[in-house]
C-alpha cells in the first residue's frame, strides 16, 4: 500500500500534534476517503520526513522521524524562461521531480508573458505550490529553493559558487558530453521564442558554454527536461 504523502510547511516533530492545509485535507478526506488512523507521511521541504497517522478534524499526529533522502549528488540550477500558462506549470512540476534543487524564472526578451509585481508575486504562489505537490508525488523531502521572477540579465551575474554554466542553443558547439564532469550545474533555457543571438552571446560572456541538445528544435518545456534527464544520466541519479 502506497502511503500518502503531505507537505506541512510547519516546523515538525514526533508526537506534535500538526493541522492539515486546507486543500490537502480535503484532498485526504474527499478523494482519497482516508479515515482516522491512516498512515501518512509528512514533511516540510528542510530534510527528512516524520511516520504520521490521520486524526479527526483534519490533523495529524506526527510519530517517529526518518533522515532519508531522494536528493541528486548532482545540484543543478534551472534557469527558466518563463512560458504560458500549462507550459510553465509542467516545467516545474518535472523539474522537481527530475532533481533540480534550485529554478530560477526569469524575463527575456522574447517572453510571451508579462507580469507586473502583483501578479508576479501571486504566479510566485502558485509555483511554489506546484512544487510541492510534486515533491509529494515524487517522495523528495527537500523542496527546490524557487527564486523570486528576475531579469536575465540580473540572473546571469549571479554565479552559483564551482557550478559549471550551459546555456542551450541550436547553433552550439559542444554536446553536453564534452564538457566535462561537473561538481554542479547552471542550466539556461530561453521562453517560447528562444533566447536572442545577443541574450546568448551575453551568456557565454558570463561564462556559459553554448551546448547543444540533438538536431531538433525542442519546445521550452521540453528542452530543460531533457537536459536534466540527460544530466542525471551522465553524472547525477541515473549514472
Same mark, same amino acid.
Given at each position: 500500500m502506497r502511503i500518502p504523502r503531505v507537505f506541512v510547511d510547519l516546523p515538525l516533530a514526533a508526537g506534535r500534534e500538526v493541522a492539515l492545509p486546507k486543500e490537502a485535507r480535503q484532498?485526504?478526506?474527499?478523494v482519497l476517503r482516508l479515515k482516522p488512523g491512516h498512515p501518512v507521511i509528512a514533511f516540510n521541504g528542510q530534510g527528512g520526513q516524520f511516520s504520521a497517522e490521520l486524526l479527526g478534524g483534519g490533523s495529524l499526529r506526527l510519530l517517529a522521524f526518518e533522515d532519508s533522502s531522494s536528493e541528486s549528488p548532482l545540484p543543478v540550477r534551472l534557469i527558466q524562461g518563463i512560458s504560458k500558462g500549462e507550459r510553465m506549470d509542467v516545467t516545474l512540476q518535472k523539474a522537481?521531480? &527530475?532533481?533540480a534543487t534550485r529554478i530560477s524564472p526569469v524575463t527575456t526578451g522574447r517572453s510571451v508573458v508579462k507580469l507586473d509585481e502583483e501578479r508576479a508575486e501571486r504566479r510566485h504562489g502558485r509555483w511554489s505550490g506546484i512544487l510541492?505537490?510534486?515533491?509529494?508525488?515524487?517522495?523528495?523531502?527537500? &523542496?527546490p529553493q524557487l527564486d523570486e521572477l528576475k531579469r536575465l540579465d540580473t540572473v &546571469?551575474?549571479?554565479k552559483d559558487g564551482n557550478a559549471t554554466?550551459?546555456?542551450?542553443?541550436?547553433?552550439?558547439?559542444?554536446? &553536453?558530453a564534452e564538457i566535462g564532469r561537473p561538481l554542479a550545474l547552471e542550466v539556461l533555457i530561453g521562453p517560447e521564442g528562444g533566447l536572442s543571438d545577443e541574450e546568448i552571446a551575453t551568456a557565454i560572456d558570463r561564462g556559459f558554454t553554448a551546448v547543444r541538445l540533438g538536431p531538433r528544435i525542442l519546445r521550452t518545456e521540453t528542452a530543460?527536461?531533457?537536459l536534466l534527464a540527460a544530466a542525471q544520466t551522465l553524472w547525477g541519479d541515473f549514472a
Amino acid at each position: 500500500m502506497r502511503i500518502p504523502r503531505v507537505f506541512v510547511d510547519l516546523p515538525l516533530a514526533a508526537g506534535r500534534e500538526v493541522a492539515l492545509p486546507k486543500e490537502a485535507r480535503q484532498h485526504m478526506e474527499r478523494v482519497l476517503r482516508l479515515k482516522p488512523g491512516h498512515p501518512v507521511i509528512a514533511f516540510n521541504g528542510q530534510g527528512g520526513q516524520f511516520s504520521a497517522e490521520l486524526l479527526g478534524g483534519g490533523s495529524l499526529r506526527l510519530l517517529a522521524f526518518e533522515d532519508s533522502s531522494s536528493e541528486s549528488p548532482l545540484p543543478v540550477r534551472l534557469i527558466q524562461g518563463i512560458s504560458k500558462g500549462e507550459r510553465m506549470d509542467v516545467t516545474l512540476q518535472k523539474a522537481t521531480e &527530475l532533481g533540480a534543487t534550485r529554478i530560477s524564472p526569469v524575463t527575456t526578451g522574447r517572453s510571451v508573458v508579462k507580469l507586473d509585481e502583483e501578479r508576479a508575486e501571486r504566479r510566485h504562489g502558485r509555483w511554489s505550490g506546484i512544487l510541492q505537490s510534486a515533491c509529494e508525488q515524487c517522495g523528495r523531502n527537500v &523542496l527546490p529553493q524557487l527564486d523570486e521572477l528576475k531579469r536575465l540579465d540580473t540572473v &546571469l551575474a549571479e554565479k552559483d559558487g564551482n557550478a559549471t554554466r550551459i546555456v542551450l542553443a541550436p547553433e552550439g558547439a559542444s554536446s &553536453l558530453a564534452e564538457i566535462g564532469r561537473p561538481l554542479a550545474l547552471e542550466v539556461l533555457i530561453g521562453p517560447e521564442g528562444g533566447l536572442s543571438d545577443e541574450e546568448i552571446a551575453t551568456a557565454i560572456d558570463r561564462g556559459f558554454t553554448a551546448v547543444r541538445l540533438g538536431p531538433r528544435i525542442l519546445r521550452t518545456e521540453t528542452a530543460g527536461l531533457a537536459l536534466l534527464a540527460a544530466a542525471q544520466t551522465l553524472w547525477g541519479d541515473f549514472a
